[in-house]
């Protein structure tokens, strides 16, 4: 193709098709154009093409990957990643206390996703420090929860996915939002753990999901995003509601503990509820349907009060 070029005047066209070829040569023309977003630590990753290997190292990135469109191109998951179903038959690398890095590598993967909030940072910086792409997920608020499906859709390669599943989870919510913007408040405490006792600020999502329906969280403005508190605090603070989230046999007894207490306004309203873990728990767009279910409760408690 040079020979020929060579053979043309020295004119505008011929320039033009110089530059187009010397393009092509090393940087492979417009198809290899590098595939760009930023993550939640605000680093800037780049693909060459869309993801075709992927690594989930949590629970949540492994469900937003299956929503993306991208299932069929994780390779491997972590612990207690069971939505889909589909996604407890992959291999596991290892939880938020210990991942087996060495396995991570022999699957070469071409992407690893990371929680912000849940794996280690030093581990997963040997891998990048190799080459290995690590994009990390931190969602904050509803906004986060749509813009992480779009960047996951895209990096995987499946752009027509993500786009519309966000545009309709906040529409979604914009319509429960305004459900609930003039309901009378309910004061809500809510459980994250028994021993140590442990809630959530305002920064979390879980709390979001609780201003939304309407609730006000008693311990909002602690500085931490899961603080530490006492029984006292709680007896104090004396909420309308208690609220925790997991299975009856395991998280019940959470709930039942308070019952000691007859004075609080949670417990002689009987404003104890429990809450489907896997919807409210984990900030995917399935967050929308444990939003719901949560403002079902508060309606509830508000009915009570």
């Known amino acids: 193709m040079t020979e020929c070029l060579s053979r043309l005047p020295l004119t505008g066209t011929r320039q033009r098709l110089l530059m187009v070829l010397l393009a092509t040569l090393f940087v492979g023309g417009p198809a290899a154009a590098a595939l760009c977003e930023t993550d939640d630590l605000n680093t800037r990753l780049c693909l060459d093409t869309p993801a075709q290997r992927v690594v989930s190292l949590s629970p949540g990135a492994t469900e937003w990957l299956f929503t993306a469109g991208a299932g069929d191109q994780v390779v491997a998951v972590s612990a207690w990643s069971d939505y889909p179903e589909e996604a407890a038959k992959l291999p596991q690398v290892g939880d938020s206390n210990r991942?087996?890095?060495?396995?991570?590598?022999?699957?070469?993967?071409?992407?690893?996703?990371?929680?912000?909030?849940?794996?280690?940072?030093?581990?997963?910086g040997r891998l990048s420090a190799i080459g290995i792409p690590v994009f990390w997920l931190a969602p904050?608020?509803?906004?986060?929860?749509?813009?992480?499906?779009?960047?996951?859709?895209?990096?995987?390669?499946?752009?027509?996915?993500?786009?519309?599943?966000?545009?309709?989870?906040?529409?979604?919510?914009?319509?429960?939002?305004?459900?609930?913007?003039?309901?009378?408040?309910?004061?809500?405490?809510?459980?994250?753990?028994?021993a140590p006792l442990m809630t959530l600020n305002n920064d979390e999502l879980i709390s979001k999901a609780i201003a939304l329906c309407g609730g006000v969280n008693v311990f909002g403005d602690l500085p931490r995003l899961v603080?530490?508190?006492?029984?006292?605090?709680?007896?104090?603070?004396?909420?309308?509601?208690?609220?925790?989230?997991?299975?009856?046999?395991?998280?019940?007894?959470?709930?039942?503990?308070?019952?000691?207490f007859p004075e609080l306004a949670a417990v002689a309203n009987g404003n104890l509820f429990l809450e489907p873990p896997t919807l409210l728990a984990r900030p995917t767009l399935r967050l929308l349907e444990g939003t719901r279910h949560l403002c079902r409760s508060l309606e509830q408690a508000r009915a009570r009060l």
């Not at 309709?168 to 309901?183: I, N, V």
């Not at 006492?230 to 709930?255: C, F, K, R």
């Open 99 to 124: 991942l087996d890095l060495e396995a991570i590598v022999g699957l070469e993967p071409d992407l690893v996703v990371a929680w912000v909030d849940g794996n280690s940072r030093e581990q997963l």
């Open 140 to 194: 904050r608020d509803f906004e986060d929860i749509a813009h992480t499906i779009e960047r996951l859709a895209r990096l995987t390669g499946h752009p027509e996915t993500g786009e519309p599943l966000a545009e309709a989870f906040l529409s979604e919510l914009a319509t429960l939002r305004t459900t609930y913007a003039q309901r009378q408040p309910v004061r809500v405490f809510y459980q994250v753990w028994h």
């Open 227 to 260: 603080p530490r508190i006492s029984t006292e605090s709680v007896l104090s603070a004396n909420p309308d509601a208690i609220i925790t989230s997991g299975s009856p046999d395991q998280n019940q007894p959470w709930l039942d503990y308070w019952r000691q």
